[in-house]
């Protein structure tokens, strides 16, 4: 690990103006998303204690939402497997 006081001579100023890489990005990237610098990359923190990834001081984000469809799939399966697993109690109380 960097100790602090030698992470005091960067310029951080000139960090986020050289923050993306001047390369073409490829075809079938969203409009908009850039390759990142190789100083841009000093952008990137990890907190210590969460492990939570930061950009630029602004903490980095993901979410996944299931669809309808799959929030459907997803209470089906639960619910089979529940009422298989109570049907399997029933039985092995009765003795089966």
């Given amino acids: 690990m960097v100790p602090k006081q030698q992470t005091q001579n960067i310029d951080w100023e000139a960090m986020r103006r050289m923050k993306v890489s001047d390369a073409i990005p490829p075809g079938d990237w969203p409009d908009r998303v850039v390759p990142i610098s190789i100083s841009g990359l000093t952008l990137f923190g990890i907190h210590k204690d969460t ?10 984000e993901t979410t996944i939402r299931l669809s309808g469809r799959d929030r459907f799939l997803a209470a089906l399966v639960a619910f089979s497997t529940a009422s298989m697993a109570i049907v399997d109690l029933l039985r092995y109380a009765w003795g089966e």
């Avoid at 492990?51 to 980095?60: L, Q």
């Fill in 51 to 60: 492990g939570d990834v930061y950009w630029d001081g602004h903490r980095i």
